[in-house]
């Protein structure tokens, strides 16, 4: 037995960020572009383009700077903030994991009863 958690942030009641979002700014980082990576994680282009556009809006800063397509095709980085962004999330959601581990083995010990 195990225990499992979601972690998403929000504001103002809105969410902004999570899993599914974490995933598309790792991809658009790897791939270079918004397209590849919203296929990559199963998304269409619609739908990253609109996660990107409200995460900036609602986070009040720019994540992923579009190069638009042409002769030598189009591209997207992040941004120095979004890679911040992607460092703090990461601490916060290890840091929640590893105080959720340390309450269930208080709670359940270490014993896998089922």
């Avoid at 397209?35 to 609602?58: D, F």
């Avoid at 042409?70 to 703090?88: D, P, W």
């Amino acid at each position: 037995m195990e225990v499992r958690s979601k972690i998403w942030l929000a504001v103002d009641g809105e969410p902004v960020f999570g899993s599914g979002r974490e995933a598309l700014l790792k991809a658009i980082d790897q791939l270079g572009s918004i397209n590849k990576a919203a296929r990559e994680i199963n998304l269409s282009y619609r739908k990253a383009l609109t996660y990107i556009q409200t995460m900036e809006k609602r986070l009040g800063t720019r994540l992923v700077v579009r190069k638009a397509g042409g002769l030598n095709g189009g591209g997207a980085a992040l941004t120095k903030k979004a890679r911040e962004f992607l460092i703090k999330y990461e601490l916060l959601e290890k840091g929640i994991n590893e105080m959720l581990d340390k309450k269930f083995l208080e709670v359940f010990g270490n014993g896998n009863s089922r």
